[in-house]
């Protein structure tokens, strides 16, 4: 049974950092593609930033040079590097897994429950 925990989130002020985390079971990394998605109240889900099976990265050009994705193989987990961080970060992070990148785009796959950051200016 695949299972995605989220943490990390929190308030920080505008220029600040956060480090979030995704500890993943049922998945091995070598065979999902992980990804970081967002949502705003009152805004769609945006894609933050993923990482294929081969390791190579994307990111959404409103998080590039700030963000950081990465990938612990020995503990499971994801994470999300966040620094120089802007009021317009502010949403409900969320971590997802799938063996097909596309899928993993179009919202499929397995997702967590989130985690929440704010950001103040």
């Known amino acids: 049974q695949v299972q995605l925990v989220e943490s990390g989130g929190g308030s920080v002020q505008a220029g600040g950092s956060l480090r979030l985390s995704c500890a993943a079971s049922g998945v091995t990394f070598r065979s999902y593609c992980m990804g970081w998605f967002r949502q705003a109240p009152g805004k769609g889900r945006e894609g933050v930033a993923t990482?294929?099976?081969?390791?190579?990265?994307t990111y959404a050009d409103s998080v590039k040079g700030r963000f950081t994705i990465t990938q612990d193989n020995a503990k499971n987990t994801l994470h999300l590097q966040m620094n120089s961080l802007k009021p317009e970060d502010t949403a409900m992070y969320y971590c997802?897994?799938?063996?097909?990148?596309?899928?993993?785009?179009?919202?499929?796959?397995?997702w967590g429950q989130g985690t929440q950051v704010t950001v103040s200016s």
């Open positions: 990482i294929n099976t081969d390791g190579s990265t």
């Open positions: 997802a897994a799938d063996p097909l990148l596309s899928r993993l785009l179009r919202g499929l796959g397995y």
